[in-house]
């Protein structure tokens, strides 16, 4: 039924793209590199390399977000907005607005009940500062709804105040991100996400730039992944005691570090220097403001997705300044791990589509060319059968 349902909406979105004249964007789920996009960096691995060491922050990944200190934390999903006044006050709007497509996020999104769990807010309405525990295996990056057109515009023109073009790639980046995880997980039937074709295609795939801009933002945090491994470990050192499981989570986390296993960190790439040092300043401005931001976002779901995001590629700024005056926290812990796998993820999903479409799109092309060599076949034989039956006439 699924199989059926999607193959129609291939159908409905091969005579969109026709008349929009981006029909060749869907054929490219039938190269072999499928719907890949390249890297527009001089110096810089290749796209096949890259969606290698994607692989490998996966594999390790699968297992670290299991892990109770990675799996679970707390955050405050009520954070004041910086920039405006919110439209509606938090006891006004919605946990997260999803339309339909989640349950009510104020007993179910997050995994705890509201009335045992002491990390929960403790009013409706309640803007304090008030942390809420996060279970990250039901909370994955999904589909909202939520309209933040008016907070993007604010977040695009801090950046025209800097005019840095890495700002405009990595914020493009992670709008692709979000992009390709709310094509994944577009709607949810019972325990289970739906993925959607015809969005994956209209928010992402027929905009090379954004194929390229989140292909170059887990570029510029593997590269961070290069450089960041002492700092990680001093900190499970000194934060993570000898309980057996911890011990499994070091080790494990000293392998996602490991410099050896990843492309991106051969001594001919990291010779990369995405900003100079007079930049940085600027750059830490500018993921403050973007994370502080998120106050002014009516979604709770967006504003944990956007902390892991905009701290996780802040961590990775200070990282790539190659200076050694910072410090890992226990929330900068936690978001930059989570957001090792939110972005790596992304970059496996464009594989996942493009075999998906290149099945569907078969199995089109495939129908067509048995309809009409029936056609043809049974139009023959009718010829066939009219001839004979003249023939017998005469």
């Not at 977000?65 to 006050?89: I, Q, W």
């Not at 039937?189 to 933002?217: A, H, P, Q, W």
Request: hydrophobic residues 35%.
């Amino acid at each position: 039924m699924i199989a059926l349902k999607n193959v129609l909406l291939l159908f409905i979105v091969i005579f969109d793209l026709t008349i929009r004249g981006k029909i060749s964007y869907l054929f490219k789920s039938l190269r072999k590199d499928g719907f890949r996009p390249r890297i527009n960096l001089k110096h810089s691995p290749t796209t096949d390399e890259l969606f290698k060491d994607a692989i490998v922050v996966q594999n390790i990944m699968e297992k670290i977000r299991l892990r109770t200190p990675v799996r679970f934390f707390s955050l405050d999903l009520s954070p004041s907005c910086n920039l405006e006044k919110k439209s509606e006050t938090c006891g006004n709007v919605g946990k997260c607005q999803v339309f339909g497509n989640e349950s009510d996020l104020s007993s179910t999104l997050f995994g705890f009940d509201m009335e045992t769990d002491e990390m929960m807010p403790e009013e409706e309405g309640n803007c304090e500062s008030k942390k809420t525990k996060i279970d990250m295996l039901k909370n994955p990056p999904s589909n909202t709804e939520y309209k933040g057109g008016s907070i993007w515009n604010m977040i695009y023109e801090e950046i025209d105040k800097l005019n840095m073009p890495l700002l405009l790639n990595l914020t493009s980046g992670v709008q692709s991100n979000i992009a390709v995880h709310a094509s994944e997980r577009y709607r949810k039937v019972g325990d289970k996400f739906e993925y959607n074709i015809k969005n994956f295609i209209d928010k992402f795939l027929i905009y090379e730039e954004r194929g390229s801009n989140l292909l170059f933002t887990f570029y510029y945090l593997v590269q961070s992944i290069c450089v960041l491994g002492e700092k990680f470990d001093e900190f499970m050192n000194q934060n993570l005691d000898d309980n057996p499981e911890n011990e499994i989570l070091k080790s494990e986390i000293r392998a996602l570090f490991d410099s050896d296993s990843y492309y991106s960190c051969r001594e001919e790439y990291m010779n990369n220097r995405f900003f100079s040092e007079s930049d940085l300043p600027k750059l830490s401005k500018f993921f403050e403001t973007f994370i502080s931001t998120l106050g002014c976002v009516e979604c709770e779901k967006c504003i944990l997705h956007g902390t892991i995001k905009g701290n996780t590629l802040y961590l990775a700024t200070k990282a790539l300044a190659r200076k050694n005056n910072f410090q890992v926290d226990p929330l900068t812990f936690v978001t930059y791990i989570n957001g090792l796998y939110v972005f790596s993820s992304s970059i496996m999903i464009i594989d996942i589509f493009a075999e998906r479409i290149r099945y569907y799109l078969s199995f089109l092309i495939c129908t067509l060319i048995f309809y009409v060599l029936s056609y043809k076949i049974v139009k023959s034989y009718r010829r066939r059968l009219n001839k004979i039956k003249t023939e017998k006439n005469d």
